[in-house]
């Protein structure tokens, strides 16, 4: 009796173990992914505050995910850091921080994914429709897609909240997460579908056309510029046509 006792001590001790090393990990993997996504997100606002050639019409798109990248950076990420460190269980159904958490959790990653969705539809205009671009794509267009953008995302983020769907804890993510229980089915399908699947669908094929773009154009070979003369660039002469371009431009000066 007493090694049978032992032995379950030792497999209990063992799982405990286990688990912890597991929390840390996790909690490691996540401290560097939300310093590098607070890091990488600060200095592509950087760049964008500092260079007014990129403050297009259209940046408040690009502001948008970028804001909301560094919103999950700095609340989200570091609030599953804590669960997984003190080995958070579980939370009370009706826990406020687990909602509010969830809330913000989904609003931003919905916000996030849809502006970089228009912003993706906004260089794929930019690239082949590059005549009637700046009519398609004005400032106050962007700024009316950013607030549908924006309205959505709060509204699909409250549903639950109002009893379509609901938010529960997960013991693997250490995060207040959509539920995917039978019951949340129609919620389940609205989040995944519209505001995951298509997005991202979407935006891998106009990123595949741009590329079929990009290849045929290079098959064809481009023109390159400078101050006097233009030069034909054969797909096969980049290299040398650069030399080209450059002495060029060397015996101008």
């Known amino acids: 009796m007493s090694v049978c006792l032992s032995v379950s001590k030792c497999l209990h001790l063992n799982a405990h173990v286990n688990m912890q090393w597991t929390a840390v990990v996790y909690a490691a993997l996540m401290t560097g992914s939300s310093i590098c996504s607070v890091l990488g997100n ?68 919905l916000a996030s994914i849809h502006s970089l969705t228009w912003v993706t539809v906004d260089k794929f205009r930019e690239i082949c429709f590059a005549l009637s671009y700046p009519v398609i794509f004005t400032a106050y267009r962007a700024k009316i897609i950013l607030a549908m953008v924006w309205v959505y995302s709060i509204l699909n983020a409250a549903l639950p909240l109002f009893g379509f769907g609901s938010y529960v804890y ?27 699947i298509i997005p991202i669908v979407l935006m891998c094929s106009m990123y595949g056309y741009i590329v079929y773009i990009a290849r045929n154009q290079v098959r064809r070979g481009t023109f390159v ?23 060029t431009i060397g015996k101008h000066n």
């Open 170 to 196: 997960s013991e693997t993510k250490f995060l207040c997460v959509p539920s995917f229980k039978p019951s949340s089915i129609a919620f389940n399908m609205l989040f995944m579908v519209v505001g995951i």
């Open 225 to 247: 510029c400078n101050e006097d003369h233009c030069f034909y660039v054969p797909a096969n002469n980049y290299f040398k046509s650069s030399i080209v371009m450059v002495t």
């Open 42 to 109: 600060l200095l592509l606002l950087l760049v964008v505050l500092l260079n007014r050639s990129l403050q297009t019409d259209t940046w408040v798109l690009t502001l948008s995910f970028c804001l909301c990248d560094l919103a999950l950076g700095i609340s989200t990420i570091p609030f599953g850091i804590h669960n997984s460190l003190s080995q958070v269980k579980s939370y009370p159904t009706k826990s406020a921080t687990c909602k509010g958490s969830a809330f913000l959790f989904l609003l931003l990653q």
